[in-house]
């Protein structure tokens, strides 16, 4: 039996034009796509005609056994001799379970290559004029899965609280308030300044800037929602600066 092949990709963070050429390539050699909620539907455009695609997105608090369903047509399909696409929104290895599937490929003997995306933790700032580091402000940032926080909270607050200069959490805005409410209480300056940047990349854009004691009013009266990145740490304070892409749509 001739096995197929899977490409996992990295479908950038949601402005089609974001995805990189290797990643468009596989899109449009492939028999089979399966994607995600949160790339962009542009994207599919590139495949070639016959391509089967199947839907896979997650929900928010509604994943499910989705996961396991997602391994289980990876290897379906590869044992058919085809080509599949496991298109992913941002990096498949930044908190995209893309470690899962290639551990599951691997112990079923299918081949595989990992294409690595843009990330939302860097592309968000970047969009709203916010980089991760700078010379005077950041010399290093770290990333956070923000929906393990609350009642299934594994995050070593006080470790984290003074990790380094930028926190990037991702998929936080459920947790928003309790993200806020530990990082002070762990010994972070009430007054750092914080930047939620929802539907990054995309015409849908919005950021709104406060502070650790400020941001959570901020976010409820403008009813931000996910998904957003939430950016913390002094490198904020060249939003005003260094803003773009709002300005332009």
Not at 48 to 69: A, D, L, M
Not at 147 to 175: C, K, P
Not at 229 to 244: A, F, T
Request: charge should be neutral.
């Amino acid at each position: 039996m001739n096995k197929g092949k899977v490409y996992i990709v990295g479908a950038g963070p949601g402005n089609p034009k974001l995805i990189t050429i290797y990643g468009r390539e596989c899109i449009e050699k492939a028999d089979v796509i399966i994607y995600d909620r949160l790339i962009s539907h542009e994207l599919l455009t590139y495949a070639k005609e016959g391509t089967e695609f199947v839907y896979c997105g997650k929900e928010p608090k509604k994943h499910g056994n989705i996961q396991q369903q997602i391994h289980e047509w990876l290897v379906q399909y590869a044992l058919q001799g085809k080509t599949v696409v496991r298109l992913k929104g941002g990096d498949p290895f930044m908190f995209g379970r893309g470690g899962e599937e290639a551990e599951h490929l691997r112990a079923h003997g299918i081949p595989y290559e990992i294409v690595p995306g843009v990330t939302a933790g860097v592309a968000a700032p970047a969009y709203a004029g916010i980089p991760v580091t700078h010379r005077n402000y950041a010399g290093g940032v770290t990333f956070i899965a923000g929906h393990q926080s609350g009642e299934r909270d594994r995050i070593r607050w006080s470790a984290l609280s003074h990790a380094t200069d930028t926190l990037v959490f991702y998929m936080g805005m459920a947790n928003i308030a309790y993200i806020c409410e530990q990082l002070q209480r762990h010994g972070k300056d009430g007054h750092t300044p914080v930047a939620v940047i929802e539907w990054a990349t995309t015409n849908k854009q919005r950021t709104v800037v406060g502070t650790l004691q400020t941001i959570v009013d901020i976010v409820n009266e403008k009813q931000l929602s996910s998904p957003a990145i939430i950016v913390v740490g002094d490198v904020v304070r060249l939003h005003d600066q260094l803003k773009w892409v709002e300005e332009t749509w």
